[in-house]
């Protein structure tokens, strides 16, 4: 019989070799290449996600000052922070569902730039009314802008590198807690708590940009629309993971809410430190969210689980602790990094459960992590209004967390997820 290509191994064909070389050093070459190409627009995507994520906790640790300028108690000053959660919750889902059908980079440049007016307005705010409205308007595209530019960076990134990208524009959420929190309280700190708006409104214009610049047009996919995307809305095991995620995360923002008046007056710490309280907290959300992704591709469910029931156990821990702020940073790290943890594990259970409405989907995660902040800020409030102290709305968080554990057994099992 003849000796043909298929017979000898050492025998190479012509398209062989091609193939051959096109998956070798060249092709990694272009790989390497691609990524590259593509890298600037979602770190672009990215800086929006560090503006948001700053804004959002940075008021939590300038409190004291903010709620000294504009003449309110502490409590008051707890409605300042639900304010920007109830946009959050609210914009979210409008905005996204209403933007089911615009090009992702378009949605991307809107919602900034509604994102940078409603913080010029919380600069020049005269008195705590006018604060509130700007800090609602802020809010509004929070959610919107995460869900759209998640989806641009998966269109850039392509399906193979998917996960990737997407993680990379959230993980600007959990960076600015180490870098842009830190850095906005302490300028607050030093120079007039508004600088915070300052800063933010600064980044907000600088990914107003970047993203004009680096980011290419991603269109909607066929057939997107308002009603598409509403189809969402009637999943039942969507609204029973919301359920669990507002209950379960409120905790963390019954404690996280007050974290400086919690250290400084009940602890004893210098005031100079609070930042470092807050670059600690950023530590645990960078740690927590990338465990929490690992974690959640094994079992969204039992990592919520899990999460829930560490948040519950370092949140009774701080509370017992807290007048001895050093030991206090031991449950708080845990506390950052399980609720950190959750977020990623709720996002796959949403997704999951509407995977035909993605953008409304990925857009309510958002809406109930706020509603969960807003219902926190609320709790330790309404604590403190009773008299019970700065150190007892920890151990309030926990019993919040530990209702959402249970809850989650109960809701969130197998056969319904």
């Known amino acids: 019989m003849p000796n043909t290509a ?31 190409a593509i890298l600037p627009g979602i770190l672009a995507l990215a800086l929006g996600g560090f503006a948001i994520g700053t804004t959002e906790f940075a008021i ?57 007016v409603g913080h010029a307005a919380s600069l020049f705010a005269p008195d705590f009314t006018t604060m509130l409205v700007a800090r609602f308007i802020s809010g509004l595209p929070h959610g919107a802008y995460f869900s759209a530019a998640a989806l641009a960076a998966a269109h850039l990134a392509g399906p ?31 120079f007039g708590w508004r600088w915070m708006f300052i800063v933010t409104g600064l980044f907000g214009v ?49 404690l996280y809410t007050y974290i400086a008046p919690v250290f400084t007056d009940v602890g004893g710490m210098a005031p100079q430190l609070v930042p470092v309280i807050m670059a600690l907290y950023g530590v645990g959300m960078v740690v927590g969210t990338l465990v929490g ?12 689980q899990w999460m829930l029931a560490i948040v519950a156990v370092a949140l009774a821990c701080f509370s017992l602790t807290a007048e001895w702020w050093i030991l206090s940073l031991v449950p708080l790290l845990a506390a950052a990094m399980a609720a950190s943890a959750l977020v990623p594990s709720l996002q796959v259970l949403l ?35 009773a008299g019970l102290g700065l150190q007892v ?25």
């Open 6 to 36: 298929a017979d000898d191994p050492s025998s190479t064909s012509p398209s062989t070799s091609s193939s051959a070389s096109r998956s070798g050093p060249h092709s990694d070459r272009s790989d390497r290449s691609g990524r590259r």
């Open 60 to 116: 939590m640790g300038l409190l004291p000052e903010a709620v000294a300028d504009l003449g309110v108690d502490l409590p008051a000053g707890g409605i300042l922070i639900s304010a920007y959660a109830l946009g959050v919750v609210v914009g979210a889902p409008l905005l996204a569902a209403g933007m089911a059908r615009i090009d992702r980079r378009t949605s991307a440049l809107w919602l900034m730039a509604l994102f940078v």
């Open 160 to 190: 193979a590198r998917r996960g990737q990208a997407i993680a990379w524009v959230m993980a600007g959420l959990s960076v600015a807690n180490l870098i842009g929190v830190p850095l906005a309280t302490w300028l607050g700190q030093n």
């Open 206 to 254: 600088a990914t107003l940009a970047a993203v004009a610049w680096l980011v290419p047009r991603v269109p909607a996919p066929p057939g997107a629309s308002v009603r598409s995307e509403l189809t969402a809305l009637r999943s039942p095991a969507l609204w029973r993971a919301i359920v669990v995620g507002i209950i379960g995360f409120a905790g963390m923002f019954a």
């Open 293 to 304: 992704g690992t974690l959640s591709d094994r079992s969204a469910r039992r990592t919520l």
């Open 351 to 385: 997704v999951d459960a509407a995977p035909q409405a993605p953008q409304l989907s990925g857009a309510l995660n958002h809406s109930a992590l706020n509603l969960a902040n807003a219902m926190g800020a609320w709790v330790g409030a309404a604590v403190i209004q």
């Open 393 to 417: 709305p920890a151990g309030a968080g926990a019993a919040l967390a530990g209702v959402g554990l249970l809850l989650s057994l109960v809701l969130l099992r197998s056969r319904n997820t």
